[in-house]
């Protein structure tokens, strides 16, 4: 079954081989020339000592328009299935 895209956006093929990566935080984020940056980290146990430490695990590197249908896809989303994403705002600005 495939849905037909959004006008303007041409249809997506689905890859079953497409990695699952998990992040546990979004650290920063950046723009410059129309482009957006998101870098991402998960805590990871040190294996000298056992100590957690935040790696970074990747960048989201994405053209502003289609960042901000990320977002606000996003937040609609969450919004829908009863998340609060206001409710963090205050530990959001602290990562940055």
Sequence with gaps: MS?????????????????DVFADDALSFSVADGVVRITFTSSKASQTDGTAQRVVIGRLVMP??????????????????GLDAQAIVGSAKAVQ
Excluded: C, W
């Design 3 to 19: 849905a037909k895209p959004p006008e303007g956006l041409t249809p997506v093929l689905s890859n079953p081989l497409a990695p």
């Design 64 to 81: 502003t328009p289609g960042a901000q249908r990320l977002a606000l896809g996003l937040y609609d989303f969450l919004k829908n299935h």
